[in-house]
């Protein structure tokens, strides 16, 4: 049984960091590509950040520069480091497994999701 536990959400002022973790078990988690997606109140779910079993990183244009997703192939977790927060970031953030090795169509897998909140 696949699991995507992810940890780290919480409250933030603007302008302050906050690190996203996601362990996973159930998959062979270096042969999956896998993601950070965010969905706030009223909003589609979007895609923040993807990264492919090779190290291969897209972003979403609102937090490049600020975002950084990276992966640890032995303890089978995958990050988000979140620098520069803004209240635009707020939303319920949910870690991501693909089938493929690089982030390309929709996740199979999803976690339970954390709340991060961004005061300003």
Not at 26 to 38: C, D, E, L, Q, T
Not at 79 to 86: A, D, E, I, P, S
């Amino acid at each position: 049984q696949v699991q995507l536990v992810e940890s780290g959400g919480g409250l933030v002022q603007a302008g302050g960091s906050l690190r996203l973790s996601c362990a996973a078990s159930g998959i062979i988690f270096s042969a999956n590509a896998m993601g950070w997606y965010r969905q706030a109140p009223g909003k589609q779910r979007e895609l923040v950040a993807g990264i492919s079993s090779g190290g291969g990183i897209k972003y979403a244009d609102s937090v490049r520069g600020r975002f950084t997703i990276s992966r640890d192939n032995v303890k089978n977790t995958v990050y988000l480091q979140m620098n520069n927060v803004k209240p635009d970031d707020t939303a319920v953030y949910y870690c991501a497994g693909y089938r493929w090795t690089v982030v390309a169509g929709n996740p199979i897998y999803w976690g339970q999701g954390t709340q991060v909140t961004v005061s300003s």
